[in-house]
């Protein structure tokens, strides 16, 4: 039996971050942003990437975030220029948005590209970068094209255009010589949105019965004008609460169920991710989050992030097929013939 043949060796991601030791890097982070009114966010976001990847490990190794504070900066710069621009306009021009609007869509999809050819370059394993493959044809197509199509199908098509997003993200990244690539259909997606919507429609059905049983107990006037205003805002509050909580609810649902599929059906060189998050945990994760944040004024952030990052991370494995050191040895032979593409990078995040 080759080492092909075999059976796939697990490993296991791990984080070793610590609340207390993100919390004086966040601290800072925070104080030095408002003191600079903003500037200081670059460097910020680059301290707090670096202790994230400096502590999630794989087979015994660190990832490291390379990025450049000052090539944030100038995107950040950029995108507050843009946003000075745009708001000036809109006051003095209200004509003027759909011009803007339209100058949005077209320049999405090169956004979106700089945005993750710039995070992969500056992700590194075992000193070899990342990369992303720049195909703004086809991000005009998946971005663009198919996101105007979803009105016209009255939605149907949206799982598939999430689909095709995911897909196109995946399968234009790569580590070394190796490229990833996303072996799932579009059939699991639309399962997966079908599943969102039918818990989405019983968090209808729980807020139309919180609404009729709130109007019941608050409903009828007893007293003179304010008290019967008073009784409307209080019932505005629970039922907006309500539509928030629920709204919450289903985007977690549906984030767990595609992230697991997603990292599930990756795979590099014959090695498979998995990803096996629960939807109960990571709700109580973020519940118990929120109410710790909150009743400490902030002060508890970073304890609930790292929590959360030590969650995902324990649920994330390769199972790989043969030797891990020779697989890592191939990808940097291939660096090192090809050489890694040296450019401008435009410091643009969108979060994606």
């Known amino acids: 039996m080759t080492a092909s043949e075999a059976a796939p060796r697990e490993i296991r991601f791990e984080f070793t971050g610590k609340a207390r030791e993100y919390f004086g890097i966040w601290i800072v982070?925070?104080?030095?942003?408002?003191?600079?009114?903003?500037?200081?966010?670059?460097?910020?976001?680059?301290?707090?990437?670096?202790?994230?990847?400096?502590?999630t490990?794989?087979?015994?190794?660190?990832?490291?975030?390379?990025?450049?504070p000052v090539a944030i900066l100038k995107g950040w710069l950029l995108a507050v220029a843009v946003f000075a621009v745009y708001s000036a306009s809109i006051h003095f021009y209200p004509r003027s948005a759909p011009v803007f609007m339209i100058a949005f869509l077209i320049?999405?999809?090169w956004l979106i590209v700089r945005s993750l050819s710039f995070n992969a370059h500056n992700s590194a394993f075992r000193n070899i970068r990342f990369h992303f493959e720049r195909n703004y044809r086809e991000a005009i197509k998946v971005f663009i094209g198919l996101s105007l199509l979803i009105p016209l199908t009255l939605g149907f098509i949206f799982p598939y255009a999430a689909y095709r997003q995911k897909k196109f993200i995946i399968d234009n990244s790569s580590y070394g010589g190796g490229r990833f690539d996303l072996q799932v259909s579009p059939k699991k997606f639309y399962i997966a949105y079908l599943k969102a919507l039918g818990l989405l429609?019983?968090?209808?059905?729980?807020?139309?019965?919180?609404?009729?049983?709130?109007?019941?107990?608050?409903?009828?006037?007893?007293?003179?004008?304010?008290?019967?205003?008073?009784?409307?805002?209080?019932?505005?509050?629970?039922?907006?609460?309500?539509?928030?909580?629920?709204?919450?609810?289903v985007f977690l649902?549906?984030?767990?169920?595609?992230?697991?599929?997603?990292?599930?059906?990756?795979?590099?060189?014959?090695?498979?991710?998995?990803?096996?998050?629960?939807?109960?945990?990571?709700?109580?994760?973020?519940?118990?989050?929120?109410?710790?944040v909150v009743l400490s004024l902030g002060l508890l952030a970073p304890w609930a992030r790292i929590r959360l990052a030590r969650y995902r991370f324990a649920n994330l494995r390769m199972f790989v097929h043969g030797d891990l050191d020779s697989f890592i040895?191939?990808?940097?032979?291939?660096?090192?013939?090809?050489?890694?593409?040296?450019?401008e990078f435009l410091g643009v995040d969108i979060g994606l």
Not at 35 to 55: C, E, M, N, P, Q
Request: with cysteine.
């Open 107 to 109: 320049v999405l999809p």
């Open 253 to 292: 649902y549906l984030n767990t169920i595609v992230t697991n599929l997603v990292w599930s059906h990756t795979v590099i060189n014959a090695n498979r991710f998995h990803s096996s998050l629960r939807f109960r945990r990571l709700l109580w994760l973020y519940f118990s989050g929120v109410v710790a």
């Open 29 to 55: 982070n925070v104080l030095l942003t408002v003191v600079t009114l903003g500037i200081y966010s670059a460097w910020a976001k680059v301290r707090r990437k670096r202790y994230f990847y400096g502590h």
């Open 201 to 249: 429609i019983l968090c209808i059905a729980v807020v139309v019965g919180i609404s009729v049983a709130t109007t019941a107990i608050y409903g009828k006037p007893t007293g003179g004008q304010e008290e019967m205003k008073q009784q409307a805002q209080m019932i505005g509050l629970i039922v907006a609460a309500a539509i928030m909580s629920l709204y919450l609810l």
């Open 329 to 343: 040895a191939k990808a940097q032979a291939a660096v090192g013939a090809g050489g890694e593409e040296v450019g």
């Open 57 to 68: 490990q794989f087979a015994g190794s660190s990832f490291k975030y390379l990025a450049d």
